[in-house]
């Protein structure tokens, strides 16, 4: 069982950054692919970027590409999220995720296994 602990989420201005970390345990060695998901009150979960381990293949979906970077630092075995020119509409819980295969898509029913989530205002 792989455990996913987020942080990093709090408030910052339209325009700012912030950056999310996904704290993960040895056990993220049985899979190899990581996402970034994020639920709006009233709307369902969307994909916001995948990670592909083995060949560091990585993928947006268009209303974060340019402004959002997701990587993996494997020595610290943790996933980040880098958000830059964040705009109101970013707001949202923001939940990290693994798996074996996240398709173009990033459909959260391709995750596995979820950490607790941690909010994000942009105000």
């Known amino acids: 069982h792989v455990q996913l602990v987020e942080s990093g989420g709090g408030s910052v201005q339209a325009g700012g950054s912030l950056r999310l970390p996904c704290a993960t345990d040895?056990?993220?060695?049985?899979?190899?692919?990581f996402a970034w998901f994020r639920e709006i009150p009233g709307r369902e979960r969307e994909g916001v970027a995948a990670m592909r381990i083995g060949n560091s293949f990585t993928d947006y979906s268009d209303f974060v590409k340019g402004r959002f970077t997701i990587s993996k630092d494997n020595n610290k075995n943790t996933l980040y999220l880098q958000m830059n020119n964040l705009k109101p509409e970013d707001t949202a819980m923001y939940y990290c995720?693994?798996?074996?295969?996240?398709?173009?898509?990033?459909?959260?029913?391709?995750?596995?296994?979820w950490g607790q989530g941690t909010q994000v205002t942009v105000s």
């Open positions: 995720a693994a798996g074996y295969y996240f398709g173009l898509a990033i459909s959260p029913t391709q995750a596995h296994y």
């Open positions: 040895t056990a993220v060695f049985s899979v190899n692919c």
